[in-house]
């Protein structure tokens, strides 16, 4: 029986593995230098939706990066145990991969659909990056 709460996206693996859990959704990119601090898992940029909002053990999904190479601080969160569970997002760039490496995170880009679009902050995710699926059980 088809579960009509749940919206199945595909797109390609950048960083093997799963995981599950709360979405977290930026509609607007996220910046990196300056605008992280990886101690506390949070995006300082004022005036972002994410302000001040832990990162840590959420599907963070978002469109793309933001500016230079501040992007790759977002990996620093490792370091600290912040980090989110899988990064989801629509258009990256080299810095946007080092970010999710340095996670060591399950992370997947070019989707069939939209992810920013499709998933809202608090629905329950499944990322399952090794085949490129992600299951969204809407809130």
């Known amino acids: 029986m ?3 709460n ?27 230098w300056g605008n992280v601090d990886p101690k506390r898992g949070i995006t300082t940029e004022r005036n ?6 832990p990162l840590k053990d959420k599907i963070l999904v978002f469109p793309e990066p933001r500016g230079s190479g ?7 969160m490792k370091r600290y145990g912040t980090n989110p569970a ?3 997002y629509t258009k990256g760039l080299a ?9 060591d995170v399950p992370t997947i880009t070019d989707f069939d659909q939209d992810p ?3 998933i809202e902050t608090g629905d329950y995710v499944k990322v399952d990056a090794d085949k490129g699926i992600v299951r969204i059980i809407k809130k």
């Not at 972002?48 to 909002?53: D, F, K, T």
């Not at 810095?95 to 999710?100: D, K, Q, R, S």
Request: proline share 3%; no cysteine; glycine share 12%.
């Open 2 to 4: 088809k579960n009509y």
């Open 6 to 32: 749940e919206i199945i996206l595909k797109g390609r693996k950048v960083i093997g593995g799963k995981a599950e859990g709360e979405a977290i959704v930026s509609k607007i990119p996220l910046m990196g």
């Open 48 to 53: 972002h939706p994410l302000y001040n909002i």
């Open 70 to 76: 501040g992007f790759v601080i977002y990996g620093a």
């Open 86 to 88: 899988a990064m989801l």
């Open 95 to 103: 810095l946007t991969v080092l970010a999710a490496m340095s996670m």
């Open 116 to 118: 920013v679009k499709q």
